[in-house]
């Protein structure tokens, strides 16, 4: 693959909220208490707080490197929400929550392809109400919610599909299909979202730029990220038409570095970060190493471990690391347990207790028989 179609992949740019990667006790420690408190609660309060717990246990195994288990973790949420019935909308959402997580762990393992089959998979069979295989289990949703709920459930997956389902796409360099499956769902606005991104670059992938540019220009842009993105695609354009980008680069490189940080857009800003660093040249090149040394400083200052994955993943922006910075992002890198392959025996314990904790909560509010099953740990 070229420069421009590895630089291409981190597209879309979407200024989405993300969990941050805490210390992985700390993290640890909040999907405790969310259980916690989930147990405390009484009526319909304590389903959200007790899903959220049971995510982000997935979230952290699948973090520290342990598939097998945020898979099993995924399945038995699953099971526990969909055993009631009729779920009702708001309950079919938490049960189908963890099948969607199944869908991320392939993007994050880079089987983009098998991540959108699953996605389209599921959308269309909570849509026609029948049964399917995913993830290698078979599933029912034959009776899953009345008329109007079902309308409401369709309404989510569909945001999710043409979400999760595009980014798998673009993921796997498939940038005819992502825009393919983005005009099937109506998913182009005017606004320089998921589906808008896609409908650039794969006119720039596919060697028509100035079609690309033609879409670009014709996009409502208002927000400061989005002139931000936009930005990175006009010097997309110009580098797949071999103009000059000069004028371009620094306007780019202006925008981003304009832009204030907020903690919950850290992978955001991370992305796209390095996308206005390759596509100004490098960090040998004067406007790059600005956006370099933002970059770097911001990721320092947070301690967090996405955010110190990303930098030393990246080889300029290594090679550039002052000595402390080095130790600083791979202090946060360990602490949050980032592909360790293994998480220390005390806080599995405090993790799977958790997680039954939640089980248990969401099983008495649903009224429904608890078991007790023993995920798979490897």
């Known amino acids: 693959m070229d420069t421009l179609g590895r630089i291409a992949q981190r597209f879309p740019l979407v200024a989405r909220a993300r969990p941050t990667c805490q210390p992985l006790d700390v993290r640890i420690r909040e999907v405790r208490e969310l259980a916690r408190t989930a147990a405390g609660q009484t009526g319909t309060d304590r389903l959200p707080l007790a899903a959220a717990a049971h995510n982000k246990a997935a979230l952290i195994a699948s973090d520290c490197g342990l598939p097998d288990l945020a898979r099993s973790l995924c399945w038995q949420q699953y099971n526990v929400y969909l055993r009631a019935r009729p779920p009702g909308a708001q309950t079919a959402r938490y049960a189908l929550e963890p099948v969607v997580n199944l869908a991320r762990l392939r993007i994050r393992g880079g089987d983009g392809d098998g991540a959108y089959q699953l996605l389209d998979t599921l959308y269309q069979t909570v849509r026609s109400r029948t049964d399917a295989v995913i993830d290698g289990t078979p599933v029912s949703f034959r009776d899953l919610t009345g008329s109007e709920e079902h309308r409401t459930l369709c309404q ?8 999760d389902g595009t980014r798998a796409l673009a993921s796997a360099g498939r940038w005819d299909e992502a825009l393919a499956h983005t005009e099937q769902h109506s998913g182009i606005g ?19 730029p100035a079609s690309a540019c033609t879409v670009l220009e014709d ?3 208002s927000a400061p990220w989005e002139q931000s993105v936009a930005a990175c695609l006009t010097v997309l354009c110009l580098a797949s038409s071999a103009r000059p980008a000069s004028s371009a680069i620094a306007a780019m490189v202006e925008h981003y570095l304009g832009l204030t940080p907020a903690p919950e857009l850290l992978v955001f800003r991370g992305r796209l970060g390095l996308t206005v660093i390759d596509l100004a040249g490098g960090v040998e090149q004067p406007d790059a190493a ?8 911001e990721a320092v200052a947070a301690g967090d471990g996405y955010a110190a994955r990303d930098v030393l993943a990246h080889d300029g922006c290594r090679a550039r690391l002052a000595s402390a910075e080095e130790q ?11 592909g360790r392959g293994a998480i220390p025996a005390d806080l599995m ?30």
């Open 190 to 208: 005017r606004r320089l979202l998921d589906g808008r991104q896609v409908a650039v670059v794969a006119r720039c992938v596919a060697g028509d």
């Open 290 to 297: 600005q956006a370099a040394s933002r970059l770097v400083g």
């Open 328 to 338: 600083a992002l791979s202090a946060s890198m360990q602490s949050s347990g980032l």
């Open 156 to 163: 989510w997956l569909w945001t999710v599909l043409l979400a």
């Open 219 to 221: 996009s409502a842009i």
């Open 349 to 378: 314990a405090d993790l799977l207790s958790a997680v039954e904790m939640s089980q248990a909560a969401a099983a008495r509010n649903l009224a429904i028989p608890h078991s007790r099953p023993v995920p798979v740990v490897g």
